[in-house]
């Protein structure tokens, strides 16, 4: 019988093969771990809190119910706060930069992320997921500045994603790979569940709201048009964690286009398409903005948002072809 590996095990393990590496990545990880146990706690009876939150109840700490993705959002931050491994935060629920000051002040890994993603599907209870980015600091004796986080998704030292569904599960990278950590909560540990995860290079399954189709480009409704002709299975689950994580899984492509109602598309460079675009690449995949590498654009401002073509590279080369 194979035998279980946990995720802080993994990563030691993985440490060790980076020779200079001092344990901060490690203990970094630990942190993001922790806070996704927690929130992963909080999800599981989302719906309990609804109905007592129906109520004007109080939670244990005796705090008005917040929104989860808010919560969510003070946990990472709480988390990576007293781990002392993170300078700087960049949150899609926080309009500048959060700086750690304390202990953290001059670590050297900065952290983009969306806590809890897809937030509106809680309420009908609909796999969510967290996505995040690390970077490093080029200079920790400085202090940290909203420009340090615009950079491209190739200077990322790792990314991942938990999502919160049937199970919970944390996928990332670091750069050589991608590796499945399944939730046991029998012992509360991530357990190595998806080794080496490669997404393929051809699928059959199409992710797109086609509600917005009338208002996309031709060259978008030419590629759904394609996909349908082709009989592929059109799943969209509104929760972008989670349609990513089928498509890695069994092949398919993952679109938000640039619409008349969003110009830009709807996700987030940052926090949300370059961390999956990490995660996408070194699975084999591929990630665009339609014409671009998503891992090469050069942000201009922190909570920029870009159209997003993601998943199997023959399909998002081919719908790069009617862009
Ligand atoms: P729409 C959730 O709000 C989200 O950011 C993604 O998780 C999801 O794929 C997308 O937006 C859904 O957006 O406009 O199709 O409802």
Known sequence: MATLKTLNEF??????????????????????????????REVNKAGLVDITGAYGTENVQGEAQQKLDVYANEIFIGALRNGGECAAIASEEDE???????????????????????????????????IFSIFKRKDTSVPVTRDEFLRKGIEQVAAGYVIYGSSTMLVYTTGSGVNGFTLDPSIGEFCLSHPDMKIKEDGKIYS?????????????????????????????????????????????????PATEKAPNGKLRLLYECSPLAMLAEQAGGKASDGKNRIMEIDPTELHQRVPYYVGSTKMVEKAESYL
Request: with cysteine; hydrophobic share 40%; charged share 20%.
């Open 11 to 40: 990563i030691i393990e993985k440490q060790s093969e980076h020779h200079n590496a001092t344990g901060e990545f490690s203990r970094l990880f630990g942190d993001i771990t922790i806070a996704a146990k927690i929130i992963n």
């Open 96 to 130: 500048d930069i959060v700086i750690l000051d304390g202990p953290s002040a001059n670590s050297k890994y900065l952290v983009a992320m969306d806590p809890l993603d897809g937030s509106s599907n809680i309420d009908v209870n609909v796999s969510i997921g967290t």
């Open 208 to 256: 797109i709201n086609e509600g917005n189709i009338n208002i996309s480009t031709k060259g978008v409704k030419e590629y759904v048009q394609d996909c349908q002709e082709q009989l592929f299975s059109a799943r969209y689950i509104g929760s972008l964690v989670a349609d990513f994580h089928r498509n890695l899984l069994k092949g398919g492509i993952y679109i938000y």
